[in-house]
């Protein structure tokens, strides 16, 4: 699957379906489409029922759908200063004196 075609669609080899079936229909029904292969020749799509595969999925969709939470802000989000790391730092420490 880590191919990528001209339509830029994941590709997956017949036995890497058999194999991840539940994966592929999950990915699907989350709207996301693969290409599969035989002999590394594009035979046929799994994807989304009835929503074309090429038109592209917007914030909106993933509401409506439920994945996904609606922003609360809306306005601009305007980002922090930037925090200088040294190398070694434990993620931990650093997100307690970002937090204070």
Do not use: C, W
């Not at 080899?13 to 290409?35: M, N, P, Y």
């Amino acid at each position: 699957m880590a191919r990528k075609g001209p339509a830029r669609r994941p590709h997956v080899g017949i036995r890497a379906l058999r194999e991840q079936a539940a994966t592929f229909v999950k990915r699907a029904q989350s709207g996301d489409a693969v290409v599969i292969t035989v002999n590394g020749e594009p035979v046929a799509e799994l994807g989304p029922i009835g929503k074309t595969i090429d038109s592209p999925t917007t914030i909106a969709d993933l509401v409506a759908r439920g994945v996904v939470i609606a922003p609360r802000r809306v306005n601009g989000y305007r980002y922090s200063d930037p925090i200088s790391v040294h190398s070694g730092a434990r993620i931990d420490q650093i997100l307690r004196e970002v937090r204070g």
